[in-house]
């Protein structure tokens, strides 16, 4: 949990460019809660005087009413205007820290821990920034109620002021405790939105397996959900008995008062004036306290927003957002001298360390990276292709060393398909026809065709038609995107681990050496070894080093 004082300078870091807007909204709110203690002072003189409201008193109650209205009205659209903005203005920072923060720093934070802090969170200083306009009004106007008040009777205010300590000092305690149980259920839904991942994601292994289904239901999610209701039932009650009591507070003090009067004499205006103002001031007072769980909850929200905000605090050094990549070209190859990565070991364990590695891939080869699980391909993969910095050594591009300057312009170099991919329904390529417009549907075409899914997609202005299809059918997708970014070095996971032996074939046998047949450096992580033999060379990963680096003809004639 980040300190008060980083989260107020947060807070006033975002709030800065709206100033001007804030303080608007403060000024017209500021009278309109004037204007409404004024109308209730008039009130009460017409109450206690002859004549009624005629001549410069209905003047002056109707202009009074002009500006309670338009105080109130001007007062919200800022506020609204200022909400609405700081809540684009939060999603676009948080995207922007997203997508420059180092990928080994979002691997560590995981994505249902992400998810609520993008969605739940931002609604929640939303839903904040709604009420915002209106408490701030009944501010005023209680102020302006308790300003009336003490011009009204020092004495009675005296009372009134005991009551207002005592109400604010259980108002306090309540507030603390209710953000105490906000934080509870807060944490809770990290976790019930872990559970939410497992139960979509893991739907078909849960239909065949009842015990466990069993389990996930009334283990996790039916006791997490019961917790979250709990948790947070408790909180608002808190609140809502600490209102409840200062309305009873409200009536107490007008019977006071109504006593007070019976054993002292008072004027009859300052006894009206007292009931009046406190019988409306009630309402204001009951707008108050009812922000307060929306408040404690938005407080939590803007927690939890600073601590994202702080963990990807540092982004990846010279990351361009707003800028458009250029052609970028392969002269001789690409490598590692003296290349070492180390993770941290889980909950005390060894760490895994890869390296130091040296390593030298030329344009026009096809490469395959094999070894057992665990030992250290894909961390291999992800330093070549820039997504890791490495800890020492250097990632070599054409002999020169990638710089954290060059870092993202190299990774311009690659074209992915990771095992654990995602695909993008648009296509990123701008091939153009003779006329200007997009030729992607004409050069898509023919990968579709051969991969056997044009019958079920096409591309249609920049993207595909569809991605719901079997994982095998959107790896072949990948793979036509490969096809048409047409970059020097495409590197595939495991990509035939999904497909059926005919494309598997295909895959190894006609695709990857027309690729490299058309000057692409390949890089291929597989355990399919019957297919060793087309590779150019065979890089064997164990325990974190490459343990062998030979050509296929070589380890054959050493069987031999």
């Known amino acids: 949990m980040t300190s008060n004082s980083g ?26 809660g004037g204007a409404t203690v004024a109308l209730l002072r008039t009130i009460n003189e017409v109450l206690n005087q002859q004549g009624g409201m005629a001549g410069g008193l209905l003047l002056t109650f109707v202009v009074l009413c002009a500006v309670a209205l338009l105080g109130r009205m001007v007062s919200d659209v800022s506020t609204n205007f200022v909400g609405q903005r700081l809540v684009a203005q939060v999603r676009k920072s948080l995207a922007q820290k997203i997508l420059s923060a180092p990928i080994d720093a979002l691997e560590r934070y995981r994505t249902h821990r992400l998810m609520p802090v993008l969605s739940q969170d931002v609604d929640m200083i939303s839903d904040a920034a709604f009420v915002a306009s209106s408490t701030l009004i009944s501010l005023a106007v209680a102020l302006g109620c308790l300003g009336y008040l003490a011009w009204l009777s020092l004495p009675l205010f005296g009372l009134l002021l005991v009551a207002l300590v005592i109400g604010t000092a259980i108002q306090t305690i309540t507030q603390t405790r209710g953000e105490a149980g906000f934080w509870k259920a807060r944490e809770q839904e990290d976790q019930l939105h872990k559970a939410y991942r497992a139960i979509s994601e893991g739907a078909k292994e849960l239909r065949m397996h009842r015990d466990r289904r069993t ?32 309305s009873a507070l409200f009536f107490l003090l007008i019977a006071l008062i109504l006593g007070w ?27 108050i306290a009812g922000t307060l769980p929306s408040v404690g ?3 939590v929200a803007f927690q939890r927003i600073a601590d994202l905000s702080a963990r990807f605090a540092t982004p990846e050094p010279h990351l361009h957002l707003d800028r458009a990549s250029q052609p970028v070209t392969l002269a001789d190859g690409i490598g590692m001298r003296g290349v ?17 590695i040296d390593l030298e891939l030329r344009r026009g080869e096809m490469v395959f990276v094999v070894g057992d699980n665990g030992s250290g391909k894909t961390t291999l993969i992800k330093l070549l292709l820039g997504l890791y910095a490495p800890q020492q050594g250097d990632v070599l591009r054409d002999g020169v060393a990638v710089t954290p300057e060059t870092r993202d312009d190299y990774r311009q170099l690659f074209t992915t398909v990771f095992s654990d991919f995602y695909l993008f329904e648009d296509l990123v390529a701008r091939e153009k026809g003779e006329s200007g417009e997009s030729a992607l549907p004409q050069a898509a075409l023919p990968y579709l065709q051969r991969l056997e899914i044009a019958h079920k997609v096409s591309v249609k202005d920049g993207s595909f038609s569809t991605v719901d299809l079997s994982t095998g059918q959107r790896k072949r997708l990948a793979l036509v995107h490969a096809y048409l970014e047409g970059r020097p070095v495409l590197v595939f996971d495991e990509w035939a681990a999904d497909q059926d032996p005919t494309f598997r074939h295909l895959f190894y046998t006609e695709l990857l ?13 597989s355990h399919d070894d019957r297919y060793f033999h087309l590779a150019d060379r065979v890089i064997t990963m164990r325990a974190g080093r490459v343990a062998e680096d030979r050509s296929p003809a070589h380890l054959e004639s050493l069987a031999a």
Not at 15 to 21: D, H, I, N, V, Y
Request: net charge positive; glycine share 8%; charged share 20%.
């Open 297 to 299: 909850r938005a407080k």
């Open 215 to 246: 389990r996930m239901f009334s283990g996790q999610v039916e006791r997490i959900v019961d917790r979250i209701r709990v948790v947070n039932g408790r909180a608002i009650n808190t609140f809502v008995m600490a209102t409840a009591f200062s």
């Open 513 to 525: 050496p027309e690729l490299r047949a058309k000057g692409h450096l390949l890089v291929v992580i």
């Open 261 to 287: 009067a019976s054993f002292r004499t008072t004027e009859p205006v300052v006894l009206s004036g007292f009931v009046l103002v406190l019988l409306f001031l009630k309402g204001p007072m009951d707008q």
């Open 7 to 32: 989260n107020a300078a947060e807070v006033a870091r975002l709030l800065k460019p709206f100033a001007p807007w804030i303080v608007l909204s403060a000024i017209t709110g500021i009278c309109a």
């Open 340 to 356: 070492r990565y180390a993770f941290e070991g889980a909950e005390g364990g060894e760490p895994f360390v890869l390296g130091p």
